[in-house]
């Protein structure tokens, strides 16, 4: 598990290995997202922007507008959750990325998602 914070919108995210959709040289991976705003202000979610890293380096980038179909609006206080899914070409590697927040009096950030694992069990023993 991996978490991060940026100007109170705080991005946990869990992974996990999916050998039943895995194989023939793919390994599949769920992962799931929360996304809680800790700051004074309502904050909403606006684009997407990940980075996948396989295991043998390659790295492909994603952008697009929110995430799963939506844009949460987050209240202080709020949280919204969703999960998602990743093929590798390799038994293991990592995501990480950002997301573009906007704030009700017109600012905008991006929102750090740390770096987590994408890893089939025992592939690194």
């Not at 890293?53 to 994603?62: A, K, L, M, N």
């Amino acid at each position: 598990m991996s978490s991060s914070t940026t100007q109170g919108i705080k991005v946990t995210v869990k992974s996990r290995f999916l050998p039943e959709q895995s194989g023939g040289g793919r390994w599949a991976f769920s992962y799931t997202v929360k996304i809680e705003n800790n700051g004074p202000v309502p904050a909403q979610l606006r684009t997407r922007h990940w980075i996948i890293t396989h295991g043998d380096g390659r790295r492909e980038e994603v952008r697009g507008e929110g995430v799963v179909g939506q844009q949460p609006r987050l209240e202080p206080g709020g949280k919204f959750e969703y999960s998602s899914g990743c093929v590798l070409q390799t038994p293991h590697g990592s995501m990480h990325g950002t997301y573009r927040m906007h704030l009700d009096d017109g600012r905008s950030f991006d929102a750090e998602i740390a770096p987590f694992s994408l890893m089939q069990p025992g592939a690194l023993n």
